[in-house]
């Protein structure tokens, strides 16, 4: 008996694990079949059994795409069943990933972050008016709060307006004697009860015990 045991990594790979072995051998069932409309009946059938491990997605059009090209993938590319969607190509799905673009941007403030570039980048080409001096405001204030995040002192605006003026290429300049943004003392207060709220979100529901009391 223990010479008939036979282990996983004896027996042959899995295309896809998730499925799990009973389904690649009725697969390999269906390879094996030779009349093409009983091996459509059994491809069904084994579409709608990979259907059910997902019961809230297995009516969706593009889920049933999915499982077809998996069912094809299972097989080798080898199943020759009438299929709703085109077999998928293998040597596409072989195919390496197209690398991913890194940001080769290294902001001269970092503290400020890439978002805030980006931002001062888009209000720049917006026509003058009260919408953007209204947005190149909320850009200052929160680059106030950023500066605070990294310093836990205070900043002047006239710091401010300087560091949006060299991020803006010279575009925009506020005057400190004509805009004043919000006091240090509340974007500290702001940031505090932020992260205090969600330090008490997270401990909400937790109840602690003493272990010497006694239930009743």
């Known amino acids: 008996m223990i010479d008939n045991l036979q282990y996983n990594t004896e027996r042959t790979l899995l295309a ?66 009438e299929a709703p969607f085109p077999k998928p190509d ?18 001269k403030y970092r503290f400020y972050g890439n978002n805030i570039k980006g931002m001062i980048d888009v209000v720049v080409g917006w026509e003058e008016g009260d919408l953007k001096q209204a947005l190149v405001y909320t850009i200052a204030n929160h680059m106030k709060k950023c500066f605070l995040n990294w310093n836990k002192d205070t900043v002047e605006d006239q710091v401010i307006f300087k560091h949006l003026a060299e991020l803006s290429d ?3 300049v ?32 937790k109840k602690y015990r003493n272990p010497k009391q006694r239930r009743n």
């Open 16 to 81: 896809i694990p998730e499925y799990g072995r009973h389904i690649h051998k009725m697969i390999q069932q269906v390879l094996a079949e030779d009349d093409k409309e009983e091996r459509n009946k059994q491809a069904q059938a084994i579409i709608g059994i990979m259907g059910n491990l997902n019961p809230h997605l297995r009516d969706v059009a593009d889920f049933q795409h999915k499982l077809w090209d998996q069912l094809f993938i299972m097989s080798n590319f080898e199943l020759d069943v």
């Open 90 to 107: 293998p040597e596409v799905l072989a195919a390496p990933p197209t690398p991913l673009d890194y940001p080769q941007s290294y902001p």
């Open 170 to 172: 010279g575009k925009i």
């Open 174 to 205: 506020l005057n400190p004697s004509e805009e004043v943004l919000s006091s240090s003392d509340n974007l500290i207060r702001l940031t505090n009860k932020r992260f205090s709220k969600g330090a008490r979100t997270n401990t909400k529901h």
